[in-house]
DNA sequence: TCTCGTAATGTATGTTTGAATATAACGATG
DNA sequence: CATCGTTATATTCAAACATACATTACGAGA
């Protein structure tokens, strides 16, 4: 079986995570519903941790990476940018070739984490 | 110039972080003064949380990563062990082998985050 | 047996973090 | 122009966390 979630990445941005595994779910459940509030509810996050995360993210890049709307006939709803979503690619990607990358030394300190 | 510190690693343990930044730049410190508490003076972090720190790994961990003796000439002291010194380095080599399997995406990314 | 510096543990306080709640702004649609 | 669900923001409360401080345990050496 594969090691299921040894590795925890995060990009800094000056002391802060722009970009973690949090974040990152949060993205992706706000491009599978169109909405801060659907994708928090999923998540069982408050909505407002879910916008202050999403505002964290859109102030740490240099173009946005959720758009939203407010008002109209279901209120509006959020949309994951071109450019978030090759966030969210880019992120995939490096849990990809870091974990090959690393796979030795993770396995040698798998051996010796406690079992349960 | 080498991007700094953009990758952040973690090995995770049952929800917590079995090795991180804090916890290897601890171990480094009392490998360097054979004290816990010197290593926190130096870390200017508080005796009580790098004791806690150490007790977290040793209880991740099937083997020490820190022993220590109390009392006796100079009050005692805390050694890395050998285990400790082999999870020093295979912390290294993952920090090393993935910033550079991860280097196109984290440039990628790098040239989007925000300059001051 | 007293001293010394460190390990180990307890306690209290303050700060940060997150959850819960409330409310206003918004605009397409009927 | 009233309704609706969502975004956006403010406020309050509780919990988690870190810090600071205090105390005890320990054992080699004077």
Redesign the interface.
Known sequence: MMQA?????????QGN???GPGKIELLQHIAQHGSISAAAKQMRMSYRRAWELVDMMN?????PVVVSTTGGAHGGGAQVTA?GQ??ML??A??LQ??A???AD??H??NQ???KI
């Open positions: 979630e040894l590795l925890k990445i995060r990009i800094n941005h995570t722009a970009l102030r740490s890049f240099d173009q450019f090759a966030l880019a992120y990607q490096i070739k870091t090959q990358a690393a030394e993770l040698l300190i010796h984490l406690k």
